[in-house]
């Protein structure tokens, strides 16, 4: 990420597509490349996505496991409910506040199970 130059690169090697909320627009986009797992194939060349980044967008990188959290009524959160631009900045603000969280604390994505890379 240069912030200079507000450009984000990202070389994805299999991962969960990382989300990005345009913050002026409201939009997330869903940053993902073409690239196979890191050591599917041997002598594989990785090519990266290339994106712009602007002043209070927000980025969002999670494992699997917080896509798969239950809600209270036993249904997944899914990535429809954490790339909704109200989910996330709900997730976000419930992150940084001590002792809150935006997941029941049963769930593998609670606070004391998980790590939140802000």
Not at 44 to 71: H, N, P
């Amino acid at each position: 990420m240069d912030l200079d130059t507000r450009r984000l690169d990202l070389v994805d090697c299999g991962h969960t597509r990382t989300i990005l909320l345009r913050w002026r627009s409201g939009i997330c986009e869903y940053l993902q490349g073409k690239n196979l797992p890191l050591g599917v194939i041997e002598g594989e060349t990785y090519q990266q996505v290339t994106t712009s980044i602007d002043d209070g967008d927000v980025l969002l990188f999670y494992s699997d496991g917080v896509a798969e959290t239950l809600d209270a009524a036993g249904n997944a959160f899914g990535l429809a409910y954490i790339s909704s631009p109200i989910a996330l900045m709900k997730y976000i603000t419930c992150a940084m506040t001590k002792g809150e969280t935006a997941f029941p604390a049963n769930s593998p994505a609670s606070p004391a199970r998980s790590a939140y890379s802000l």
